[in-house]
């Protein structure tokens, strides 16, 4: 069975978070409003939409709670 978690990693050149796809020929250029599934670990995962303020963020709940994302740190995400 496929995994439909894919990694997640900032791409410094563009200024963007990027989603390998896995085919070898394409990625996925994430962009503000996008919203996707975060893995936070057994079998925890998170409904979550991509912000760009002053850094990039992703907003989550019915309380639009802010996460920033760490640039350094790779994410599995369903998109």
């Known amino acids: ?5 894919r990694d997640m ?3 410094d ?23 996707f599934e975060l893995h936070l670990g057994d079998g925890v995962r998170l409904s ?3 912000e760009l303020g002053w850094d990039w963020y992703i907003i989550v709940g019915q ?3 802010k996460f920033y994302l760490n640039s350094n740190e790779t994410y599995k995400v369903n998109i």
């Open 1 to 5: 069975m496929k995994t439909r978690w």
């Open 9 to 11: 990693i900032y791409n």
């Open 13 to 35: 050149f563009l200024d963007c978070w990027m989603v390998f796809l896995g085919d070898g020929k394409r990625d996925y250029k994430v962009r503000c409003g996008d919203s």
């Open 48 to 50: 979550c939409r991509m």
């Open 63 to 65: 309380s639009d709670t």
